[in-house]
């Protein structure tokens, strides 16, 4: 087999969309656009993402320099990739923070910390013992690519301080509590 440029190979897309009408849409264009042939889509729309949103998976046809067009191309829409070919993002950060985090919006949070970063929250797990008004604490299982995790971070202290919240961090190798 030939590791020619020019070669058409096949490439998975793992992507996380927002439930709404034309997003699927969206995510499509970019691949059409820059020379990606569909093999097939799995629109998981019975499923939803830590975040709320719904999985898909997009097999493709192209070849490696347009791939990577592809999913630059993808990102630039705005779309969540969650894996992009054999590309799976190797190093998971979990952090916990805590405070007020329903009244400072932990919706906005993640949000902020997955356009500031390439990251992208795995699981979330929320606890408010005396209810929203208090403080309560989350939990945030964070995907990234090997070796952005110290950028990850230095996003998630910085939005802590912003929102006057505490962070616990990592303590073991690949994030696990």
Request: proline share 4%; hydrophobic share 40%; no cysteine.
């Amino acid at each position: 087999m030939s590791d020619s440029t020019d070669e058409v190979r096949s490439y998975t897309l793992r992507l996380e969309l927002v439930d709404e009408p034309g997003e699927l849409l969206r995510a499509l264009e970019p691949i059409a656009n820059n020379g990606g042939n569909l093999l097939s889509i799995f629109h998981e729309r019975g499923n939803v993402t830590p975040r709320g949103h719904i999985p898909v998976e997009v097999d493709l046809e192209a070849t490696p320099e347009r791939f990577e067009g592809i999913v630059d191309a993808v990102r630039d829409a705005g779309i969540n990739v969650i894996q992009a070919g054999a590309e799976r993002y190797s190093e998971t950060l979990t952090v916990v923070l805590s405070g007020h985090l329903i009244n400072t919006d932990l919706s906005d949070t993640l949000s902020r910390i997955q356009e500031s970063t390439n990251a992208t929250v795995t699981d979330l797990s929320l606890s408010a013992p005396e209810g929203t008004e208090d403080a309560s604490s989350a939990r945030i299982r964070l995907a990234t690519e090997q070796g952005a995790a110290d950028g990850v971070m230095e996003t998630v202290r910085a939005l802590a301080a912003e929102k006057d919240l505490r962070v616990i961090e990592p303590l073991a190798a690949g994030g696990d509590l």
